[in-house]
């Protein structure tokens, strides 16, 4: 049978993960240091597994609501309340999701009709260009570059927006970049999106993980006028090392939410009962093992960052996430050659930049969610490799 001509050709034009395709490669092999895959190297901290066990010997092995555990989503609300400064109702303006990787996907959907278009950053997370084209959308990508800080500046959105934009989707700070968008770019952003009457999907996966005190996180949803428009993305995964729990939520208005709601309803039902109750624990008593883990994000990022300036790989100093963004463009490798040979020669694996779009040519994605020993020698083999070139 032919099936390429079963596949609906929205999904047959997506490529595969970059990240993932690489990573195949990298499996079943022990010598390898892996700067790769975006996850925390820590264990979820004891007291939040501890009430994943609790649920399931409470015996509370069934459905939630749709919207997720009213408990949960009051915690989410507060909690997002005291971080973000922007109130939602969370019996109407919160749902819970199936990380924040579904979130995305049923915002995209609830919101587009064939040929709408979704402006967002590039360099970006690997599934945001998918998603809009699985969700019948036209992805607009607007190029970042190492000079404006990989933010997404005003103009350069203003020149993107159409009769056809309907979302801008956004995500400080930036998987692959670790960048922080200004308080200025944000205002810039948010004008725009009032002037054009454009819904902002904003993703806060790595807003806690922020490194400058004197710089505290500022999300668009909390700009004057902005939260009738915006769509807030967050989850556990990141901040709360809790990838395998599969949990996120968004908060919007009530309208966008049952909107949301109906193909959550339809295609997950309701997120697991046991993460919903181990991420209740994460929000009402996880904020020291969260800053425990972020302060050691950060001595890692800055031992990073030296490293790879003094190997001469040019390096800016990501504000935030857990990856920093080498240029590693004087070696005249591709950013595909330079992975590809950096893990054949000295078993190092790093993403090329390309997988998140061609704007991240020309650069490297190192994870430093990576124990400390291993970031040491991985520079220190990275040396070596450069200095062969
Ligand atoms: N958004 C960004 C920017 C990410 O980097 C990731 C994971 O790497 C996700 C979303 C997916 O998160 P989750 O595990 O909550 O689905």
């Not at 908060?251 to 697991?272: D, R, T, V």
Request: charged share 20%; hydrophobic share 40%.
């Amino acid at each position: 049978m032919d099936y390429q001509s079963k596949i609906a050709t929205n999904v047959a034009s997506i490529p595969r993960s970059g990240i993932r395709d690489f990573f195949e490669l990298v499996q079943g092999r022990d010598d390898v240091i892996s700067l790769g895959v975006g996850e925390p190297d820590f264990v979820t901290p004891w007291h939040i597994r501890e009430a994943a066990i609790y649920s399931l010997e409470k015996g509370q092995t069934t459905y939630t609501s749709n919207l997720g555990l009213l408990s949960l989503r009051k915690s989410i609300a507060k909690y997002v309340g005291d971080f973000f400064h922007v109130e939602y109702n969370p019996a109407t303006e919160v749902l819970v999701t199936v990380g924040v990787s579904e979130a995305i996907d049923i915002a995209l959907r609830a919101l587009l009709n064939p040929g709408d278009e979704v402006i967002y950053h590039e360099p970006c997370y690997v599934s945001y260009s998918p998603s809009i084209v699985m969700a019948h959308g036209v992805p607009v990508p607007v190029l970042t570059t190492k000079e404006d800080g990989f933010s997404m500046k005003p103009e350069k959105l203003a020149a993107a927006i159409t009769p056809k934009t309907r979302v801008v989707f956004i995500n400080f700070p930036t998987n692959p970049t670790g960048a922080c968008a200004s308080r200025e770019d944000l205002e810039g952003i948010a004008k725009l999106a009032i002037e054009h009457d454009l819904i902002v999907l904003t993703d806060e996966i790595y807003s806690e993980l922020r490194y400058d005190e004197t710089d505290p996180h500022v999300s668009i949803a909390a700009l004057p006028g902005m939260k009738e428009r915006t769509i807030l993305l967050h989850g556990f995964s990141k901040a709360f090392a809790m990838t395998g729990f599969r949990l996120g939520y968004a908060c919007a208005p009530q309208p966008i939410i049952e909107a949301m709601m109906k193909i959550h309803q339809y295609s997950m039902l309701c997120a697991p009962i046991m993460s919903q109750n181990a991420a209740i624990e994460a929000l009402e008593n996880g904020q020291a093992a969260m800053i425990e883990m972020r302060n050691s994000y950060h001595q890692r990022r800055d031992f990073l960052v030296k490293r790879l300036n003094e190997i001469g790989l040019d390096c800016h100093l990501p504000g935030g996430a857990f990856y920093v963004f080498p240029d590693i463009r004087c070696t005249g490798l591709t950013s595909k050659e330079f992975a590809m040979q950096l893990l054949e020669q000295e078993s190092v694996a790093c993403v090329p930049g390309s997988a998140f779009g061609a704007s991240g040519e020309g650069f490297l994605r190192c994870c430093y969610a990576t124990a400390f020993d291993d970031i040491r020698t991985a520079t220190d083999r990275i040396e070596r490799f450069v200095g062969r070139l």
